[in-house]
C-alpha cells in the first residue's frame, strides 16, 4: 500500500500518447476527435458491482500493480488517464455492473512489462484507436458519466460512426486531488466500417 501512495504522490504522471484530429462545439457541449498510438495496458475487469464501488475498486488494482506489487517489486510510475469500459443498462439511466478498468504501462516498460501479482490483472496489447471525447470537472460518479454520454451522443448525432453499446469513462486525477479535476467520455469511432480495436472493445 506505501508502494501505491508513494507512487501516485510522487511520480511524474505520463500522458497517452495522442493526437487531436478535431474539435467541434454544439450547443454548450465540446468536443474532440483523438487519436491514440497503440500500446501495452494493465487491465482488470470486476463483475457483480455498482459502476462506482467496481471502477473504484478495479483502479485500485491497477494502482497497486504500478505501485510496485509486480514480480519485479518495481514502481513503474503513473499515467493518466485510467479508463473503464461499461455499457449501458438494457432499462435505460445507468450503467450494467461490469466494468473493465486499464492503464497503459508507462513508456518505460512498454517493451519489456512487469508480470502483475494480482492474477485478476492482465496485460493486453491495444491497437490504435480513435475517440470522440467530451470533457467535464468534478468528482465523476456514474450519474455525470451517463449525462455527459448522453449529451455526447446527441452532438454526435445519427450520422457519425461510433461504437454504440459500449463507451469509456475516463479519469486523469488521483482522489487527493480536490479542484481542477478532468474527466471524460470516449465514444470508439469506427472505421473502415468496423469497430476499432481501442480499449474496452469486445
Not at 18 to 26: D, R
Not at 36 to 51: C, L, M, Q
Not at 168 to 183: A, E, L, S, W
Request: charged share 25%.
Amino acid at each position: 500500500m506505501f508502494g501505491m501512495i508513494k507512487n501516485s504522490l510522487l511520480s511524474q504522471i505520463e500522458h497517452r500518447p495522442s493526437q487531436t484530429l478535431n474539435s467541434e462545439t454544439k450547443g454548450e457541449l465540446s468536443y474532440e476527435e483523438r487519436r491514440y498510438e497503440p500500446g501495452n495496458y494493465a487491465s482488470v475487469t470486476i463483475s457483480g458491482k455498482p459502476f462506482n464501488e467496481g471502477s473504484g475498486e478495479g483502479a485500485v488494482k491497477l494502482l497497486k500493480y504500478l505501485g510496485g506489487s509486480n514480480e519485479e517489486g518495481l514502481q513503474l510510475g503513473m499515467t493518466a488517464p485510467v479508463s473503464m469500459s461499461v455499457r449501458p443498462s438494457e432499462e435505460g439511466g445507468g450503467l450494467q455492473p461490469t466494468v473493465e478498468v486499464q492503464v497503459r504501462i508507462p513508456a518505460q516498460f512498454q517493451e519489456n512489462v512487469p508480470k502483475p501479482t494480482d492474477e485478476s490483472i492482465e496485460i493486453k496489447r491495444v491497437e490504435g484507436f480513435t475517440v470522440y471525447s467530451t470533457q467535464f470537472g468534478g468528482y465523476a460518479k456514474e450519474a455525470h458519466y451517463v449525462e455527459y454520454a448522453g449529451k455526447l451522443r446527441e452532438a454526435l448525432g445519427e450520422t457519425e460512426r461510433y461504437q454504440r453499446d459500449v463507451y469509456q469513462c475516463v479519469g486523469y486525477d488521483p482522489p487527493m486531488k480536490p479542484i481542477g479535476r478532468r474527466n471524460e467520455v470516449w465514444f470508439l469511432k469506427q472505421e473502415n466500417g468496423a469497430p476499432v480495436a481501442g480499449t474496452g472493445s469486445q
